[in-house]
């Protein structure tokens, strides 16, 4: 049975990744800031075990590291994530506000993968795959604006693929992946896409991948995004 390991499980992708994978017959180790009030992921059928885990909490991170240490990760979805402050102008910015945003996108899940790398390394799939967004795209920003979010996600692409390259001589891939506009808390009602559609598209995405894609930017249909 294979297992991965999948943060910000709480709701959103986070959740429908717990829900597919689980009833692909996958273990799924699923963490979320608050599981005592995470009644769907609770509700999730399948061989899932839920822990609290907030990424910003490095000691936390590690402690969960530990706690696991026995059990090898197939697949590694780093998901947990947030928008911030939305409708920032150039000349207000919460400058403490942006710095939370790059700990939670950025530094976290570096630091998670980090910590998890050795139990990623003793599992047959060693892969390692982000969530991040189109809109963390250099190339593709021509509407400027989202300060914090797309300065967060454009590091995280560049944190990801540098990683991709360190874990080369160990076999590891390490994949990005830009789900689209899904509604979610995060994407609001009016998005393209609903959870299922993005996550199963995103799965196939995965199930097609080899050590070969390390290190690329991919749109959860498949394609290339543009660095």
């Not at 190339?139 to 540098?162: E, F, I, P, Q």
């Not at 899904?182 to 609903?194: I, N, Q, S, W, Y």
Request: proline share 4%.
């Amino acid at each position: 049975m294979p297992t991965c390991l999948i943060t910000g499980a709480g709701r959103g992708l986070g959740l429908e990744f717990a829900k597919q994978y689980a009833a692909e017959g996958w273990r799924v180790v699923a963490t979320c800031r608050r599981p005592e009030t995470a009644d769907a992921l609770h509700a999730v059928e399948g061989q899932i075990e839920v822990h609290p885990l907030d990424v910003t909490d490095f000691a936390r991170v590690e402690a969960l590291g530990r706690r696991l240490r026995e059990v090898p990760i197939d697949l590694l979805i780093n998901n947990a994530g947030v928008y911030g402050p939305r409708l920032v102008r150039h000349d207000s910015v919460d400058y403490a506000a942006w710095a939370e945003v790059l700990r939670v996108n950025t530094m976290a899940p570096l630091k998670v993968s980090a910590v998890f790398l050795d139990h990623v390394r003793r599992g047959n799939h060693k892969m390692i795959v982000t969530t991040t967004s189109k809109m963390g795209s250099i190339t593709d920003n021509t509407s400027g604006g989202a300060y914090l979010y797309r300065s967060s996600k454009a590091a995280l692409n560049a944190v990801m693929r540098s990683l991709a390259i360190d874990l080369r001589d160990q076999r590891i891939a390490v994949v990005l992946l830009n789900p689209g506009w899904v509604r979610t808390d995060m994407g609001g009602p009016g998005a393209e896409l609903d959870a299922f559609e993005s996550v199963a598209g995103m799965r196939d995405v995965i199930a097609g991948l080899s050590f070969e894609d390390s290190g690329r930017f991919l749109n959860y249909d498949g394609t290339d995004v543009p660095w």
